[in-house]
């Protein structure tokens, strides 16, 4: 059964610096999303992308955060300049195209700000 | 927008018994609910669905109910067994749009 997967599985970063999650949905999904996750916390959604543009955003994903779909497999969240606040599970997800609504999640990244 | 809470926030149950986990959402938009089992550093995983047009759904020993009027609905999970235990969280949504997720509860089943 295709899953989605991403890279890396955990990154540890300092303060400042750039970081850049990726995730490679499943292949005949037409909708994306990245969500994060505090250590203990809800799940929490961040952005939404469909079409090679961004559909939907929460307060979270403010000017620090952009997403890419590179390519035709790829799809990528950076982090321009890194808070110790985002440290946290940060979850890839995609769906293929209504009535089908399920959203199918990635591993994850674990990303440690220092 | 859309709030969702979710009610126990742990519960322990003895293999055997049933568990039930509830959440009401605010938005009368909002049609799609599922519900993500979510073991320790895991990935959430979809265990069951349900849509607003249906009102109960049944998977084995898990079903879902729903109530549009009192915008709730819930979990059951029936017989449970110790590899039930984990994190489940409710979501609520309005089709194709971001999963607001509840706080999650979480399960011990005892042997």
């Known amino acids: 059964e295709p899953e989605v997967t991403q890279t890396p599985s955990h990154q540890v970063t300092q303060m400042g610096q750039e970081v850049i999650l990726r995730c490679v949905p499943i292949?005949?999904?037409?909708?994306f999303y990245w969500y994060r996750q505090i250590l203990g916390q809800k799940v929490e959604f961040l952005v939404s992308?469909?079409?090679?543009?961004?559909?939907?955003k929460s307060e979270i994903f403010d000017d620090q955060f952009s997403v890419e779909r590179p390519d035709g497999s790829n799809f990528t969240l950076k982090i321009r300049s890194t808070k110790l606040e985002d440290s946290a599970m940060y979850f890839c997800?995609?769906?293929?195209?209504?009535?089908?609504?399920?959203?199918?999640f990635g591993p994850g990244t674990r990303l440690l700000v220092l | 927008g859309e709030n969702v809470e979710q009610h126990p926030s742990t519960l322990s149950v003895q293999e055997g018994d049933s568990a039930v986990i509830k959440c009401t959402y605010s938005?009368?938009?909002?049609?799609?609910f599922p519900w993500y089992k979510q073991e320790l550093g895991k990935r959430p995983q979809l265990i069951i669905d349900?849509?607003?047009?249906?009102g109960e759904k049944k998977d084995q020993r898990i079903a879902v109910t729903l109530n549009k009027t009192a915008k709730h609905f819930s979990l059951h999970i029936t017989e449970t067994q110790p590899e039930d235990s984990a994190v489940y969280f409710c979501?609520?949504?309005?089709?194709?749009?971001?999963?607001?997720f509840g706080k999650g509860t979480s399960l011990l089943v005892t042997p």
């Open positions: 938005d009368s938009a909002s049609n799609y």
């Open positions: 349900i849509r607003s047009n249906v």
């Open positions: 979501a609520a949504t309005n089709s194709g749009y971001a999963l607001n």
């Open positions: 992308f469909y079409n090679n543009e961004i559909s939907e």
């Open positions: 997800a995609s769906r293929t195209s209504w009535p089908k609504e399920t959203q199918y």
């Open positions: 292949s005949n999904h037409l909708y």
